[in-house]
Structures are given as structure tokens and as C-alpha cells.
């Protein structure tokens, strides 16, 4: 799911108007910093927004109410897109978003959030706090005046609704998907035709055959929005979003002017809130499944492996081509792929290893 | 690995006095309340010491050294296994250890840390904050006046060092196996001999013969107590201890006399602790396994899938034995099983499927 989709369908579909964030007996507290979050998600949305809102609520708490944080959902304050650019400016101390959006900023910001057959939300967090990735994140968006924090992830997502069956890799010749990003290259590769299309417009288009098939989320936000309504197949697993990785986007004047207690208490909330999303994510994902299959009779498939290994080709083809744009690049793709390829070793006998056992 | 070894390791291998965290700049800061925590680890044990450390740390620097938290090693003040008493008494205001330990004050406290067969840490930390599963905790340790809240995992770990091969079921009668807990229930119906030993005979142990075989951690852990010099083969996965979740202990009376700002802060650094102990291992593991297979040639080798599923057989029955026991375990038993159906099925087509198609 892109940026562009908020837009329209926090419009479209949801209450503006920002509200402050709601602390019991903290009304009286005198507010030392006003900070304001703005996000790329729709105010509210389920997971993403309301981790954002969990997030803002935590520093406050924390704090005493010494920092108030107000969050605003896209198109309240800024537009999504706009959420960089606020933040870098200080217009807004603080944001909440996703690093692939920027990538008009740095190509190699799509390395922080999702990375066709890349890393899980639990390898990404283990790169990022204990592998050098965090470094490299803060070193990129520093010219922007931005520190970048990990700040919640949606696990591994699903890899789409379709309106065809997924039998060889020909069956993605002309297929008519909405996939933005780097998965969308990857289809664009192997025959695809990827179409770009607010969220709004998704439902329909695929009921009109404007479309044959779309990626969102994962079954916890795809339930909502009512896909299994309009598309007969949904796919698995999400090869092009492993495990993204949301981001907290903090202004560093504003960070510097902290005390080192409040500096402490906003980089903190924002781990325990990577920690938050990715729980919620898992327990309700499993839930929503259940309903989907049980109570909506929705196809489930798993993508045939000759498909899954022509898209992994084609998406190392086009995360060497990422990495090639320039020498901040090279360097991330040294880092995250060199420890992609040792993580996938210790995976194999400790996660995989496990669940396969599991399910013997 | 359990309580046991650690006492013994601790007096024998590393140095004792407790050292205030330090935190750089807040000498003068005046606190107001003075917390320790006693905990079941040697002081300064490779992360799950050093992660009660850095959980102190966290505390203290978002609260401006209102609250000054003062680790201490097992033995330091108390040994290991006194950790809950002195928690629920009060003369410690906080402990980190594991649930497992505490299985003479509540039989099921035993499903809160590590479950053979049971949720990996990511579903673990998705049961516990998104699945009913913290509440049921926080009523089993209620009438020992403590909170519990998770504070670290050390994700899946492996299934230990052997002396011999593990080719059939067979394999496992007469084995000399040091493995606690539930664990060491499934291997006693297995045909196995399990033998308690602290930490620090079992490397002698394994050496003469007295022992076949010995689970501890997993690579990170195991590599820095040099198994790999006295054992030929390393099994996994670690069915016994899947994603084994670590324990604050607060005590209720010292928590209710916080302010609420203190009370969010001690809350949210042991949320960050948890996401922090698990990013460490995965990536110090992986490291570590490489270390151990190149350097020092250690042969890695999976558990054949016919004694996989006799120990999961076999695990169901000890699980089910221990729901039997009163009626808070089979109120436990019954969401964390409802819980681990309906989550293998959500992993099958997301986490396992998409490791799956990386590797294919």
C-alpha cells in the first residue's frame, strides 16, 4: 500500500480534523514542547494510525506532559507525501511514515522499509538495532535534518488479491496489477502492467475488470476494506513487502533542544512501538484470516514456485540496479544484503526450522 | 537453560558487587525513588544480563534519574531462585528472570516463558499484548503482589549439543540429556535420562562422558562457553524452547506508589527491552553460527522428522498434563492453544511461506 492510496481514502472515507492526544489527569501539566506528528496515513487507520497515535500517547505520558504531541492523519496539517519535507523544515517536529516514499529524496530509502524478498520484521529490526542499519538510515536522511527511528512494522504481507488464477509465470504476462514500489518493477519485468490508482478507486476497478489484481496489506486491513467482495483469489506470501518497516521521521533541531530525559523518552516510545504494531499486526492478521477463510469462503493460494522464483530473479536484478544508482546505495546494499545472507543461514535452523517442525 | 546453572556460573565465572547504572550527567539528579532489581542471571550475562542491564539504563535516563535502578547479578543480593520472593516481598522492587522458574509458586507460570512446540516470539509477543494473553498473567502473579511484564526473548533457540547421533526415536533411550523443565518431561517419556547439573560442570561433564548431551541458548550463547570443543554435533531446531519470552517482575505496592508518568516510563522500557533482547540475539546468533560452522567446523544437523514427531506427540501430552493441574492453567491452556491454531495458519502463508520462497 503507497501514499498516493491515503490520500484519496483518508477523504474519501474518514473524519478530518486533528485532536490532541487525550491523557487522563494530565490537563493540568504544563507543556514545555508542542509537537506536532504529522503522518502518511489516513487519521486513524487501523495499525498504521492508530500505531502512530499509540506512539504520540506514550511520549506524552512519559513525559509528564512536558511534551504534548498532536497527530495530525494525511491531508490535516500536510498531504502524505508532503510528511518528509514538514518534517525537515520543522514545520512539523515529528512525522510517521513509511521510508519508501521518499525515495524521490534518496533511492536508497527504500531499503529501510521494504525489500522484494528481503528481510522479515524481525531480521529487519535485528539489522537496523544490531546490524549497522539504524548508522546508514541516520547517516542518509541526515542531510535532511531528519533522524530516522524504527517505529512499527505490518509483518510479512500478502502478496494481492487477483481476479485470475496464478498458474505459471505467463499468467503475469499483461496481468493489469496495482503494485507500486520496487515489487512493482519486479512485475513490470516479468510482463506485468502495473497501474497506479488511489485506494478509493481499487474496489471498483477490480469489480469493472479495470483491474486483475491489486496488493494491499494483509488480511487485518484487507478485511476492512471488503476486497473478498470483488476479487476471487488472494495470494500468498507477500515476496515484495517482507516485513516493512514504518518510520519515525524527528526534526534534529527539535530533537537537540530536548533534555536528555525527553530525548530519551521519544526514542524509546518509538521502540516499544515497533514492538506494539508488529504484535497487533500478528494477532489480528490471524484473526482476520480466519474470517476470510471461514466466513467469506475466500481462495487462498499459495504462488506456484516456478512464479515465486522468476520474481526473485527479477527482484535481485532490481535491487543490483537500486544499488547502483549511487555510493550511499552501494554501501546500504553491501550492508543489508550481507546480512541478509547470514540472518537466512541462522533463520533456516532456528525459525523455519521450527515451524516446519511444528506443522509436522 | 535454567536457574541452576546460573548460580553456580555466576559465583564461578564472574565478579560479584553491584554497580549503579551509570548514567553520564545525572550524578546531581536528585532521586526520588531508589529501585532495585535483583535478577537470575550472572551480572553481565550475554544478553539476558546485559539486557536487564540496558533495561535499568532506560528507565532511569527517561525518568532524569527521578528513578535510579540498581542491577543485581544472581547471588549478588539473593541467589536466582529467590528472585520472586524477593520481588513479592518488596525488598527489591523489580526482578528480570524467566517465568519458567517460578513453576512451585504457580505450575502454569510455566506457559508465559517457554511452551515445547509452542509460539515462536513473535506470536508469543503477539499473544501476550494482542491476545489476552498479558491479562492471564498478570492474575497468576496478582496474590504475589507482582506484575508481570515481558521484557525480552531469546527467540527460537537450538536443540543442543549431542555426543552421538540422533538417527531415530531410539536414539533418544538411555541419553544422558541435560534439559529442564517441560522440555526434559517429553524427553523422560522419550526413553531419555535427564540430569540436573549447573552450568559450570557441564562442559567437564559432556568431556568424560557423564553427559551424552546438554541444551543451553543458542549460538551466541553457546559459542562463548566453548561447547563446540567437547561435543561433535549441534541439533536444531530448539522444539523444546521455541521463543522463550524473559520477565520483569515489579512489585505492585512499589508500582502503585509511581507517579503515572513513572509508571508509563517503567511500563514502555520494558516494552523497548523486549524488542531489544530479541533484535540482539538474532543478530549476535547469526554471527555466531557463522563463527562456529567456519571456524570451528561444527557439524549443524536437523533433528530427523520422525523423532521431531514423537517429541511434539509427546510435548502435547506434558502440555495437556500440566492444563490438568488446576483450573488457572486450563483457563491459560485454552487461550494459548486457541491462540497457536489460529496463528500457525496466519505463519503458514506469511512468515514460513515467504522463508520458504526466499530459499527456493
Not at 526534526?251 to 530519551?264: G, I, R, S, T
Amino acid at each position: 500500500m503507497k501514499r498516493r492510496d491515503f490520500i484519496r481514502k483518508a477523504g474519501a472515507t474518514l473524519a478530518t480534523g486533528a485532536a490532541a492526544v487525550g491523557v487522563p489527569g494530565m490537563a493540568q501539566a504544563k507543556a514545555e514542547f508542542n509537537w506536532k506528528m504529522v503522518t502518511a496515513w489516513p487519521k486513524n487507520f487501523p495499525g498504521l494510525g492508530t500505531g502512530a497515535n499509540l506512539l504520540a500517547k506514550t511520549i506524552t505520558e512519559m513525559s509528564g506532559g512536558r511534551i504534548k504531541v498532536k497527530v495530525y492523519g494525511a491531508r490535516e496539517l500536510v498531504p502524505a507525501f508532503e510528511v518528509y519535507d514538514t518534517v525537515s523544515s520543522g514545520t512539523a517536529e515529528m512525522g510517521h511514515s513509511g521510508a519508501y516514499y521518499w525515495k524521490g529524496k534518496s533511492e536508497a530509502a527504500q531499503f529501510f522499509s521494504a525489500v522484494p524478498f528481503g528481510l522479515t520484521a524481525q531480521e529487519m529490526n535485528a539489522w537496523l538495532y544490531y546490524g549497522g542499519g539504524l548508522a546508514l538510515w541516520r547517516e542518509l536522511y541526515q542531510p535532511f535534518g531528519i533522524i530516522p527511528v524504527p517505529a512499527g512494522n505490518s509483518g510479512v504481507q500478502m502478496a494481492g488479491w487477483f481476479n485470475k488464477q496464478i498458474n505459471t509465470v505467463d499468467d503475469l504476462k499483461g496481468l493489469k496489477m496495482r503494485i507500486p514500489g520496487l515489487g512493482g518493477e519486479v512485475l513490470r519485468r516479468a510482463g506485468g502492467i502495473t497501474v497506479n490508482m488511489p485506494g478509493g478507486e481499487l474496489f471498483t476497478s477490480l469489480q469493472s475488470g479495470a483491474l486483475d489484481a491489486t496488493e494491499w496489506v494483509g488480511p487485518y486491513n484487507d478485511l476492512a476494506f471488503g476486497f473478498y467482495k470483488v476479487a476471487k483469489y488472494y495470494y500468498y506470501p507477500g515476496w515484495h513487502e517482507p516485513g516493512s518497516t514504518m518510520e519515525a521521521l524527528i526534526n534534529e533541531k527539535a530533537f537537540n533542544a530536548l533534555p536528555k530525559d525527553l530525548q530519551q523518552i521519544v526514542l524509546t516510545a518509538c521502540k516499544a512501538a515497533n514492538m506494539d504494531m508488529l504484535s497487533e499486526y500478528s494477532a489480528r492478521n490471524n484473526q482476520a484470516l480466519e474470517t476470510l477463510v471461514n466466513k467469506h469462503k475466500v481462495n487462498v493460494l499459495p504462488l506456484p514456485d516456478e512464479v515465486l522464483k522468476t520474481l526473485k530473479q527479477l527482484s535481485e536484478q532490481v535491487v543490483k540496479a537500486l544499488a547502483d544508482k549511487d555510493p550511499k546505495s552501494r554501501k546500504i546494499y553491501a550492508s543489508i544484503s550481507g546480512f541478509r545472507e547470514q540472518v537466512m543461514k541462522w533463520d533456516a535452523i532456528s525459525e523455519q526450522a521450527f515451524m516446519r517442525a511444528r506443522s509436522l
